[in-house]
């Protein structure tokens, strides 16, 4: 027994949960010295979905957003969801755009980079690993949790220990979907205490109502870290709330040493952030409630809001429930992959294929990604696939069974002479790699500003007067 750490995600997945991942700097910024305060073990505050939503949809530069909040978060750590061999984007990239993004995250702030697999493919998390350590960050490799007949605690274990041998110095277990039970998760725990030396982390979801309880579950089977949401960005579809975990270790063996009162500072800003959230729409109600059905068809809640608008572009909102009832289908077909960024987009779309288009039954109208999930592209998918899905699938396409990146050649010179006019720091290399329209837009609109900005001053200076 000893002191848990906690992890705040109010920077990043809390506001990706619940709203859609819209928070601005602007709106970080007069709260991020009271988050340095705190004493937590990290504020998770970039990566996953941040980097696509700056660029996208805030008009910010993503990079100069994670070195604000370094500049203020002098005392604590800062930490970041990384996709593998994805990194923030939803395809493969070659090993040296890997290497230089790692490469340039530690060097603009981040401390620790939590690598993820949607499939659990170790193949697809080595080049990350090994450019962390590289770069001296704290390699944090996490286990897509997920339930199935091809998952158990042993093959959890087993790929915990793998991790630990490529490098790992912690271990995450990621229940994207809420769907890891309290004890359940005690012997998750046990086992995985067992298995490995290095400090293991939980990160759950609120959205079947459990995470509070799987938490302390947790903590009493031994966990050292867990993550949390400041409570007015939490609960719903996100994390458990900060204040409610600590209050409840308070005083026992496993006190967070937090102080409620400089959690309350932090509560009261938030507070104010969620009413203008829920006033402008940003936060729909629904994303707040608790969804037991989670459970059973395993749908995170950012695949099921892209569900309900995938039906509702299409005018068939009423076919949410055959979706769902879809979905745990086509991952079983699919070999159970874990239903995270990319998969859960990639399961969520073909089973709205499948019940939208099934004049010659299901699979009448397959997308590309899924036939690439089959093929082999991705990675390995956790239990065989059908030699009958395959042939319905991708035909006699040849399967893939390397390492999926071992085919990518080289991208960054390319991609530095796609960058050349547009380019204002080194980093916009790597925008321009994950999300090129996207980023490209972005840096028109930037230089725009800019010019706006210095006709503004000649006209200050006198430049234009007549």
Not at 69 to 74: D, L, M, V
Not at 154 to 172: R, V
Not at 177 to 203: S, W
Not at 242 to 256: F, H, K, M, N, R
Request: proline residues 5%; hydrophobic residues 40%.
């Amino acid at each position: 027994m000893s002191k848990v750490l906690v992890t705040e995600t109010v920077l990043r997945d809390a506001h990706q949960s619940l709203a859609a991942t819209r928070m601005t700097t602007e709106e970080m910024l007069p709260i991020l010295d009271d988050l340095d305060k705190v004493g937590y073990y990290s504020l998770e505050a970039w990566g996953g979905a941040t980097f696509d939503a700056c660029l996208r949809f805030l008009h910010e530069d993503p990079w100069n957003r994670l070195r604000i909040i370094r500049e203020h978060a002098k005392n604590t750590k800062l930490q970041m969801l990384f996709r593998g061999q994805n990194i923030l984007g939803y395809r493969h990239y070659s090993d040296d755009v890997v290497e230089y993004f790692v490469q340039k995250s530690i060097a603009n702030g981040i401390d620790i980079i939590r690598i993820f697999d949607a499939l659990n493919d170790a193949r697809n998390l080595q080049t990350a690993i090994k450019a962390t350590i590289k770069e001296g960050g704290h390699v944090q490799a996490a286990i897509s949790y997920t339930t199935s007949p091809f998952h158990s605690n042993e093959n959890f274990a087993q790929y915990a220990k793998q991790l630990e041998e490529m490098g790992a110095n912690s271990i995450c277990i990621k229940d994207m979907a809420g769907l890891l039970k309290p004890y359940e998760a005690y012997q998750l725990v046990k086992t995985l205490k067992n298995t490995v030396k290095i400090p293991i982390q939980l990160h759950t979801h609120y959205t079947s109502g459990l995470a509070s309880m799987t938490l302390l579950k947790a903590i009493e089977a031994g966990v050292d870290i867990v993550d949390t949401a400041i409570s007015p960005l939490a609960m719903g579809t996100s994390n458990p709330p900060t204040e409610s975990i600590v209050a409840t270790l308070e005083g026992t063996p496993y006190d967070t040493g937090l102080d409620l009162k400089k959690l309350d500072v932090v509560s009261k800003y938030f507070s104010t952030i969620r009413e203008k959230y829920l006033a402008n729409g940003l936060i729909d109600p629904k994303v707040l409630k608790v969804d037991v059905n989670a459970l059973l068809y395993q749908v995170p809640g950012g695949m099921l809001s892209n569900l309900v608008s995938q039906l509702k572009l299409a005018g068939k909102s009423d076919k949410l429930a055959d979706v769902l009832a879809e979905v745990p289908k086509v991952r079983k077909d699919a070999g159970y992959p874990p239903l995270v960024t990319p998969t859960s987009q990639i399961v969520g779309t073909q089973a709205v294929n499948n019940v939208l288009f099934n004049e010659n039954g299901r699979y009448s109208r397959v997308t590309k990604e899924f036939k690439a999930l089959i093929r082999g592209e991705y990675g390995k998918c956790p239990a065989p696939i059908s030699e009958d899905i395959k042939k319905l699938i991708i035909g006699d396409d040849e399967i893939i069974d390397y390492r999926p990146a071992d085919k990518i050649p080289p991208e960054l010179d390319s991609l530095r002479e796609r960058v050349a006019p547009y380019q204002e720091q080194e980093e916009d290399v790597l925008s321009l790699a994950l999300f090129e329209q996207v980023a490209i837009k972005f840096f028109e609109w930037r230089k725009e500003q800019k010019y706006k900005l210095d006709s503004n001053a000649d006209v200050n200076n006198g430049i234009h007067s007549v």
